[in-house]
Protein backbone atom coordinates (compact mmCIF):
# COMPACT_ATOMS: atom_id res chain seq x y z
CA UNK A 1 0.00 0.00 0.00
CA UNK A 2 1.73 3.03 -0.94
CA UNK A 3 2.34 6.09 1.78
CA UNK A 4 -0.52 8.09 -0.03
CA UNK A 5 -3.06 5.80 -0.07
CA UNK A 6 -1.93 4.62 3.59
CA UNK A 7 -2.55 8.53 4.49
CA UNK A 8 -6.12 9.02 2.48
CA UNK A 9 -7.55 6.12 4.60
CA UNK A 10 -6.28 7.78 7.97
CA UNK A 11 -7.83 11.19 7.12
CA UNK A 12 -11.01 9.19 5.66
CA UNK A 13 -10.81 7.30 8.93
CA UNK A 14 -10.76 10.27 11.32
CA UNK A 15 -13.18 12.57 8.60
CA UNK A 16 -15.85 9.71 9.69
CA UNK A 17 -18.64 10.36 10.90
CA UNK A 18 -18.17 14.31 9.11
CA UNK A 19 -19.50 13.08 5.10
CA UNK A 20 -17.72 15.91 3.89
CA UNK A 21 -14.78 13.74 2.86
CA UNK A 22 -16.80 11.33 1.16
CA UNK A 23 -17.18 11.62 -2.47
CA UNK A 24 -20.64 11.79 -4.23
CA UNK A 25 -18.92 8.58 -6.50
CA UNK A 26 -16.95 6.97 -3.64
CA UNK A 27 -13.23 7.27 -6.09
CA UNK A 28 -10.68 9.90 -4.11
CA UNK A 29 -8.04 11.84 -5.87
CA UNK A 30 -4.70 12.93 -4.48
CA UNK A 31 -1.78 14.71 -5.38
CA UNK A 32 1.32 16.50 -3.61
CA UNK A 33 1.55 20.09 -4.56
CA UNK A 34 4.33 22.50 -4.72
CA UNK A 35 4.52 23.35 -1.28
CA UNK A 36 4.76 19.56 -0.76
CA UNK A 37 0.42 19.59 1.05
CA UNK A 38 -0.92 16.92 0.23
CA UNK A 39 -4.31 17.35 -1.30
CA UNK A 40 -7.34 15.30 -1.76
CA UNK A 41 -10.76 16.03 -3.45
CA UNK A 42 -13.57 13.48 -5.27
CA UNK A 43 -13.71 16.37 -7.76
CA UNK A 44 -10.12 15.32 -10.11
CA UNK A 45 -10.40 19.31 -11.33
CA UNK A 46 -6.61 19.45 -11.84
CA UNK A 47 -4.76 17.32 -14.00
CA UNK A 48 -2.40 16.85 -11.17
CA UNK A 49 -5.12 14.54 -9.08
CA UNK A 50 -4.06 10.76 -9.45
CA UNK A 51 -6.74 7.83 -8.41
CA UNK A 52 -5.75 7.28 -4.90
CA UNK A 53 -8.74 5.06 -4.04
CA UNK A 54 -11.51 3.78 -6.23
CA UNK A 55 -14.94 3.14 -5.85
CA UNK A 56 -15.47 0.30 -4.68
CA UNK A 57 -19.22 -0.04 -5.33
CA UNK A 58 -18.42 0.52 -9.47
CA UNK A 59 -18.93 -2.86 -10.31
CA UNK A 60 -22.12 -3.40 -9.07
CA UNK A 61 -24.02 0.11 -10.15
CA UNK A 62 -22.69 -1.36 -13.57
CA UNK A 63 -23.93 -4.34 -13.05
CA UNK A 64 -27.14 -3.22 -12.91
CA UNK A 65 -26.84 -1.06 -16.00
CA UNK A 66 -25.44 -4.01 -18.09
CA UNK A 67 -25.28 -7.13 -16.59
CA UNK A 68 -22.31 -9.70 -17.40
CA UNK A 69 -21.18 -12.91 -16.32
CA UNK A 70 -22.38 -13.51 -12.75
CA UNK A 71 -24.81 -10.68 -11.85
CA UNK A 72 -26.86 -11.99 -15.66
CA UNK A 73 -27.21 -15.38 -14.23
CA UNK A 74 -30.38 -16.20 -12.02
CA UNK A 75 -29.37 -16.71 -8.41
CA UNK A 76 -29.26 -19.84 -7.95
CA UNK A 77 -26.92 -20.14 -10.44
CA UNK A 78 -24.43 -18.28 -8.90
CA UNK A 79 -21.17 -19.32 -7.35
CA UNK A 80 -22.19 -20.10 -3.91
CA UNK A 81 -25.30 -20.39 -4.21
CA UNK A 82 -25.92 -24.19 -2.09
CA UNK A 83 -23.45 -21.86 0.73
CA UNK A 84 -26.33 -19.26 0.53
CA UNK A 85 -29.31 -21.26 0.34
CA UNK A 86 -27.94 -23.49 3.73
CA UNK A 87 -27.34 -19.68 5.64
CA UNK A 88 -30.62 -18.72 4.34
CA UNK A 89 -32.28 -21.81 5.56
CA UNK A 90 -30.20 -21.48 9.36
CA UNK A 91 -31.16 -18.15 9.61
CA UNK A 92 -33.81 -17.31 7.68
CA UNK A 93 -32.58 -14.09 5.93
CA UNK A 94 -33.72 -14.51 2.44
CA UNK A 95 -31.55 -16.20 -0.14
CA UNK A 96 -32.18 -13.31 -2.48
CA UNK A 97 -30.72 -10.49 -0.05
CA UNK A 98 -27.81 -12.44 0.66
CA UNK A 99 -26.96 -12.58 -3.05
CA UNK A 100 -27.84 -8.87 -3.39
CA UNK A 101 -25.55 -8.19 -0.47
CA UNK A 102 -22.83 -10.32 -1.89
CA UNK A 103 -23.08 -8.71 -5.15
CA UNK A 104 -22.22 -5.09 -4.02
CA UNK A 105 -19.85 -5.83 -1.28
CA UNK A 106 -17.81 -8.28 -3.27
CA UNK A 107 -18.95 -9.23 -6.28
CA UNK A 108 -18.74 -13.25 -5.90
CA UNK A 109 -15.18 -12.87 -4.93
CA UNK A 110 -14.70 -15.22 -2.12
CA UNK A 111 -10.75 -13.69 -1.80
CA UNK A 112 -11.47 -10.17 -1.60
CA UNK A 113 -10.17 -7.99 0.81
CA UNK A 114 -10.77 -3.75 1.61
CA UNK A 115 -8.45 -1.30 2.65
CA UNK A 116 -9.99 -1.43 5.92
CA UNK A 117 -9.50 -5.13 5.78
CA UNK A 118 -12.73 -6.70 5.15
CA UNK A 119 -13.01 -10.20 4.21
CA UNK A 120 -14.50 -12.54 2.35
CA UNK A 121 -17.97 -12.89 -0.03
CA UNK A 122 -19.33 -10.90 2.71
CA UNK A 123 -16.68 -8.33 3.21
CA UNK A 124 -16.70 -8.72 7.13
CA UNK A 125 -14.77 -6.97 9.60
CA UNK A 126 -11.96 -9.29 11.78
CA UNK A 127 -14.35 -7.56 14.96
CA UNK A 128 -17.46 -9.10 13.49
CA UNK A 129 -15.82 -12.29 12.23
CA UNK A 130 -14.82 -12.75 15.89
CA UNK A 131 -18.02 -11.49 17.35
CA UNK A 132 -19.67 -14.54 15.33
CA UNK A 133 -16.82 -17.28 15.12
CA UNK A 134 -15.44 -17.02 12.46
CA UNK A 135 -12.07 -18.47 12.36
CA UNK A 136 -11.29 -17.93 8.60
CA UNK A 137 -12.59 -14.86 6.79
CA UNK A 138 -11.82 -16.46 3.09
CA UNK A 139 -13.78 -19.79 3.52
CA UNK A 140 -16.87 -19.09 1.25
CA UNK A 141 -19.07 -21.07 3.65
CA UNK A 142 -18.01 -20.21 6.60
CA UNK A 143 -18.32 -16.28 5.76
CA UNK A 144 -21.53 -16.55 4.32
CA UNK A 145 -23.17 -18.22 7.52
CA UNK A 146 -21.08 -15.21 9.55
CA UNK A 147 -22.53 -12.59 7.25
CA UNK A 148 -26.36 -14.24 7.93
CA UNK A 149 -26.11 -14.35 11.10
CA UNK A 150 -24.79 -10.92 11.63
CA UNK A 151 -27.73 -9.63 8.92
CA UNK A 152 -29.86 -11.03 10.99
CA UNK A 153 -29.28 -9.97 13.74
CA UNK A 154 -29.11 -6.11 12.47
CA UNK A 155 -32.74 -6.92 11.15
CA UNK A 156 -34.09 -7.89 14.44
CA UNK A 157 -32.63 -4.71 15.75
CA UNK A 158 -33.92 -3.12 13.84
CA UNK A 159 -37.76 -4.06 13.13
CA UNK A 160 -37.28 -6.37 10.31
CA UNK A 161 -36.47 -2.79 8.15
CA UNK A 162 -34.16 -4.03 5.57
CA UNK A 163 -33.04 -0.88 4.77
CA UNK A 164 -31.64 0.09 8.15
CA UNK A 165 -30.16 -2.94 8.54
CA UNK A 166 -28.13 -2.74 5.41
CA UNK A 167 -27.40 0.65 6.59
CA UNK A 168 -26.04 -0.85 9.69
CA UNK A 169 -24.32 -3.78 7.72
CA UNK A 170 -21.94 -1.00 6.16
CA UNK A 171 -21.72 1.83 8.39
CA UNK A 172 -22.45 -0.26 11.94
CA UNK A 173 -25.62 -0.69 14.17
CA UNK A 174 -24.23 2.18 16.39
CA UNK A 175 -24.10 4.63 13.14
CA UNK A 176 -27.53 3.93 13.17
CA UNK A 177 -28.47 4.57 16.36
CA UNK A 178 -26.43 7.15 16.93
CA UNK A 179 -28.29 9.02 14.29
CA UNK A 180 -32.29 8.25 15.60
CA UNK A 181 -32.44 5.33 13.65
CA UNK A 182 -31.86 6.56 10.34
CA UNK A 183 -29.53 6.24 7.74
CA UNK A 184 -26.74 8.16 8.57
CA UNK A 185 -25.72 10.78 6.34
CA UNK A 186 -22.53 9.13 4.85
CA UNK A 187 -21.63 9.25 1.37
CA UNK A 188 -20.93 5.62 0.92
CA UNK A 189 -23.95 4.20 3.07
CA UNK A 190 -26.40 6.39 1.40
CA UNK A 191 -25.24 5.05 -2.10
CA UNK A 192 -24.81 1.41 -0.42
CA UNK A 193 -28.46 1.03 0.92
CA UNK A 194 -30.39 1.69 -2.47
CA UNK A 195 -27.81 -0.08 -4.59
CA UNK A 196 -28.22 -3.36 -2.52
CA UNK A 197 -31.88 -2.75 -2.62
CA UNK A 198 -31.66 -2.62 -6.30
CA UNK A 199 -30.08 -5.70 -6.85
CA UNK A 200 -32.15 -7.75 -4.25
CA UNK A 201 -35.09 -6.04 -6.46
CA UNK A 202 -34.08 -7.20 -9.43
CA UNK A 203 -32.63 -10.58 -8.11
CA UNK A 204 -36.71 -10.93 -6.71
CA UNK A 205 -38.29 -9.47 -10.00
CA UNK A 206 -35.93 -11.93 -12.26
CA UNK A 207 -37.01 -15.26 -9.73
CA UNK A 208 -41.05 -14.56 -10.56
CA UNK A 209 -40.19 -14.82 -14.30
Do not use: C, W
Not at 125 to 134: D, H
Not at 178 to 189: D, S, V
Amino acid sequence: MSPMLRRVLFLISIALPLPALASANGAIYGFVDEDGVERFSNVPDDRRYKLVLADRLAPATAALQVPRGVFALPFEQRPFHGAIHEASRSTGVDAALLHAVISVESGYRDRAVSPKGASGLMQLMPATARRYGLVNLQDPAENIRAGARYLRDLLAMFDNDIELALAAYNAGENAVLRFGRRIPPYGETKRYVPLVMAHYQRINANTRR
